[in-house]
């Protein structure tokens, strides 16, 4: 309306200004037609509103991923099509790994239902949404910041007995002769499923088989699977296989997994007071580094056991292995074999409590150190406290400093060396208590002892020059890669599907000091991996669309942002040109019957 209102003043203005100093302001109805005229000009110019404003329609989104089908049929795939035809949107948006415009194909097939690319597409359009999905989508919660207007049809079907894989934890690497624990979990549907047996196989053998109680709907268990690893090292492939009476989908009963079986193990953590600290920093040690590494607590005088399997072994294989493993642990007396820089020869972590409980201390902060950058951004505000014990004298850094409360008395935790080889003392006990806390303190936790045993390492924490960085993803996931030197910025890995022809090549540029690179998902399979320094297994399961999942979103409306409201342009509207046209034409005429030019 003001545009008008301006386009008016201007045309009125200009006609009468016109007419008043051309001596001819008795001429009212040509005067009105040159205002009329300049008015629709000024319109036209300024592009003024045409009509009133109207809700711009809303898109059609379809969620087009692949657990429409995952109860066997296409049924209630049909049944989404037509409820997104009833719409009637002028467009179709087609939703899962991303989102574009186009028609519902016949037969759903995206790895993943992600509704952040709908979101910003229909912000960006001010248009709100009606969204078909069947409920299972990755990251509901953006669907609260679409526009208003905006509303949710969930479509489900009818539940049948399905059981799972979901997930499966254990070690990435371990030594020929170890016995590995392996944590399985399973999960089962909207109608439950039946009672059966889960099976860890290699090849067509199977390792080890434990059974399966019958689950409720939405229901999830873990079941724990322990064998003894024999044969040869190398790159396995490893499945676990479900088998339940009943289940109506066959494609998410076995997950597939990768495990290197060294000769030798790489990393050796030997305590001679297992505690807290030395459970859960062998935890990090092998989580961190991914390569074979073995566990050694001592339970009595001169008495052994090997972490996992409680196997009895001696003192003098403790020690050896220590001495031979090019990165070492010892935790509790680290002079337990002699003095240990002279007889280990590869990364040393000597981890030394206090001989007795003292005052608490507080970590508060991070010196320059080789440790600094994944140290420098730790909540010191928030940990629990820890006691120290007393520190290294020939430190060249310190990485952690702690202090007694309301006192100003510090003491180092973490310190170390650099030469002639990488050494870290840690002198304190309690920093467990990180870990149980739980939140930002694990965190905390593990980004400690990850940076240590990540430095200590140095160049040799694999020969390989990347390799996978889990044993397992699933398609529509991104593929994770970690460096095997710390030297290395780059590396180059072909990849080859099993079975296939053709290989393709991939270029890793790792991320600063994560040592981490991503590349796109994969379709599920197989493959192999080759790299400067060895070869390798990547395995790709089926996506988690196949997976039993209560649906994460509702029947609805939703949506909360203002969704842009249209109106017809002046541009647009092709009578107001013949109008200007027609009203210049008639004051001519009207001008030269008056006598005027």
């Known amino acids: 309306m003001l545009i008008w209102l301006l386009a008016l003043a201007a045309g009125s203005g200009f006609a009468y200004l016109q007419y008043r100093f051309g001596g001819a302001s008795y001429a009212k109805v040509p005067l009105a037609l040159r205002g009329l005229a300049v008015t629709l000009i000024v319109a036209l110019l300024l592009d003024a509103p045409g009509g009133p404003s109207r809700r711009v329609r809303p898109y059609a989104a379809l969620d087009a991923s692949a657990s429409w089908t995952a109860s066997g049929d296409t049924a209630l795939w049909h049944r989404a099509v037509r409820s997104a035809d009833s719409v009637g949107a002028d467009t179709l948006l087609l939703l899962g790994d991303s989102v574009r415009a186009g028609s519902a194909p016949a037969t759903p097939i995206d790895r993943a239902t992600r509704v952040a690319p709908l979101v910003e597409r229909a912000l960006g359009a001010g248009r709100a949404a009606v969204f078909i999905t069947d ?119 076995t997950l597939n997994f990768a495990l290197d079986v060294a000769r030798g193990a790489s990393a050796v953590f030997a305590s001679t007071a297992p505690d807290e600290d030395a459970r859960y920093s062998l935890e990090v040690l092998r989580g961190t580094l991914a390569v074979p590494t073995r566990g050694y607590f001592r339970v009595a005088a001169g008495r052994w056991v090997q972490d996992g399997s409680l196997t009895v072994v001696s003192e003098d294989d403790v020690k050896r292995s220590v001495a031979e493993a090019p990165l070492a642990v010892i935790h509790g007396d680290t002079a337990i074999f002699g003095p240990p820089r002279a007889f280990t020869r590869g990364g040393l972590a000597l981890i030394a409590p206090p001989a007795q409980k003292g005052d608490d201390y507080y970590a508060v902060g991070a010196p320059p150190s080789p440790l600094l950058a994944a140290l420098g951004g730790l909540p010191w505000d928030s940990l629990p406290p820890v006691e120290p014990g007393l520190a290294t004298r020939d430190a060249e850094w310190v990485a952690v400093t702690s202090r007694r409360a309301r006192r100003m008395d510090e003491r180092p935790i973490v310190s170390g060396t650099s030469k002639p080889r990488r050494v870290v003392v840690v002198s304190a006990a309690g920093l467990w208590r990180w870990k149980f806390r739980g939140g930002r303190s694990a965190d905390a936790f593990t980004a400690l002892w990850g940076s240590v045993f990540d430095w200590l390492t140095g160049e040799s924490a694999d020969v390989r020059a990347a390799h996978p960085a889990s044993a397992w993803v699933r398609s529509g996931e991104t593929v994770r890669w970690r460096r095997g030197s710390a030297r290395d910025t780059a590396a180059t890995v072909v990849l080859r599907a099993a079975g296939a022809a053709r290989a393709d090549t991939l270029q890793l540029r790792f991320a600063g000091e994560t040592g981490i690179a991503d590349t796109p998902p994969l379709a599920a399979g197989i493959y192999d991996t080759h790299t400067a320094g060895g070869d390798g297994l990547l395995v790709v399961n089926q996506s988690a669309e196949w997976l039993p999942r209560r649906p994460a979103v509702h029947s609805g409306a939703v949506g909360s942002a203002p969704a842009a409201d249209r109106a017809p342009r002046a541009r647009t509207i092709w009578w107001l040109y013949a109008i200007a046209l027609l009203a210049l034409c008639a004051e001519w005429i009207l001008r030269r019957k008056v006598g005027l030019r």
């Open 135 to 253: 409920g299972r989508v990755d990251d509901p919660e953006h669907l609260a910041d679409l526009p208003s207007g905006s509303q949710v049809v969930t479509l489900d079907g009818a539940s049948k007995l399905d059981a799972a894989v979901i997930s499966v934890d254990g070690p990435a690497a371990a030594v020929v002769g170890d016995t590995v624990e392996f944590n399985a979990v399973i999960a089962s549907g909207g109608a439950g499923s039946h009672a059966g047996h889960i099976s860890l196989v290699q090849g067509s053998a199977t390792l080890v088989t434990a059974p399966v109680d019958s689950l409720a709907a939405y229901a999830e268990r873990t079941v724990r699977l322990r064998t003894q690893l024999a044969g040869v090292p190398g790159a396995r492939l490893l499945r676990l296989v479900l088998v339940t009476d009943g289940d109506a989908l066959a494609a998410n009963d």
